[in-house]
């Protein structure tokens, strides 16, 4: 038990070690005059893109939540799916074990709202696997109409990887869709079924997940310089890479990962410039979202005390 606990956090330590002397590597002459002068390079119209992109990322992010209840036939009000998913994702992805700090996170939410533990974990696998199929999907697509990313960042994939694969993932999407339509019977593991989801609910998860990750991408590209940007699509596979790798590191936030992914793979451009663009996705994304979330959590938390002496007056009257 005590090994369990540990582990998770043991391994995301690791991995922002391992990143940050890397990363340390890769910045030896950087600045922090560099850094400063890049920051007020980046236009107005960079900041308010960034600003937007971030509100349309986490909007998305609500979609998954809403998406799962309906495959579940749960009706939660779009107020509270809202704050709960946006709690959810910005203390899970800044703090790290996405999976298992959301589930919490979840649990407390949902299950304030009449869903069983077993409705809940449903509801947390399939915002998950929402998330990986927007991952497949925006990968394939981005390998065929990009192939020369490889060129980027074969020093962090398997060789081998090409436009094929890029046809591979976008197959493995394809068989998905045909598993919902050719209506396959549920999943029984223990007393937990699983219902393969509809045409209508597959067709919304292949919507919402690439529109979270396009704008989460475009806080990046828009804080980046014009000057040797490589374009929105080559940003947008090294972050799905990096963010990718982030995740399945467990590193709090992605600490040091991101930073290297992008900065190896943009050598056109002056470290210090990708640096203050991913200073920028922290603040937007990460950041200010977490002091929310944690200021939402808190309220809910102290209603739900709350709730016991408000019962209790009722029943009295």
């Known amino acids: 038990m005590t090994l369990k606990r540990y582990f998770w956090p043991v391994v995301g330590t690791l991995a922002i070690v391992f990143s940050v002397w890397l990363l ?8 922090l005059a560099d850094l400063g002068d890049s920051f007020a390079a980046i236009p107005a119209r960079g900041w308010v893109l960034a600003a937007l992109c971030t509100l349309a ?4 992010l609500a979609g998954y939540d809403r998406i799962a209840l309906m495959h579940l036939g749960r009706k939660v009000s779009w107020l509270f799916i809202a704050a709960c ?3 959810t994702y910005a203390i899970a992805h800044t703090i790290g074990a996405s999976i298992v700090s959301g589930a919490v996170i979840r649990y407390r939410a949902y299950s304030s709202r009449g869903l ?14 929402t998330f990986v199929l927007g991952v497949v999907l925006l990968t394939g697509l981005v390998l065929i109409v990009e192939p020369e990313i490889i060129e980027r960042i074969d020093e962090l994939l398997p060789e081998g990887l090409s436009t094929a694969t890029g046809y591979l993932l976008l197959a493995l999407v394809g068989f998905y869709v045909l ?13 937990v079924v699983l219902h393969y989801p509809r045409l209508p609910i597959v067709a919304r998860q292949l919507l919402i997940g690439p529109v979270e990750l396009l704008a989460a991408a475009g806080i990046v590209y828009f804080a980046l310089p014009e000057a ?19 995740l399945m590191s467990h590193a709090p936030g992605g600490v040091g990962v991101l930073e290297l ?30 002091l929310i979330g ?24």
């Not at 190896?264 to 200010?288: C, H």
């Not at 944690?294 to 809910?300: A, H, M």
């Open 116 to 129: 069983t533990p077993q409705e809940i974990g449903v509801l947390v696998a399939f915002c998950s696997f």
């Open 179 to 191: 598993g919902s339509w050719l209506g396959l019977k549920p999943l029984k593991i223990g007393s």
């Open 57 to 60: 990322a986490y909007a998305a």
């Open 228 to 246: 040797g940007n490589p374009g929105y699509l080559v940003i947008l596979g090294i972050f799905l890479i990096s963010f990718s790798v982030a």
């Open 85 to 87: 998913s946006f709690t």
């Open 294 to 317: 944690v200021g939402i959590l808190f309220g809910f938390e102290r209603s739900q005390l709350a709730q016991p002496d408000l019962d209790e007056r009722e029943n009295h009257s």
């Open 24 to 31: 340390y590597r890769e910045l030896r002459g950087l600045s």
């Open 261 to 290: 992914v992008f900065i190896m793979a943009l050598p056109e451009m002056d470290p210090a410039d990708v640096l203050a663009a991913l200073l920028v996705f922290r603040g937007f994304y990460l950041i200010i979202p977490f």
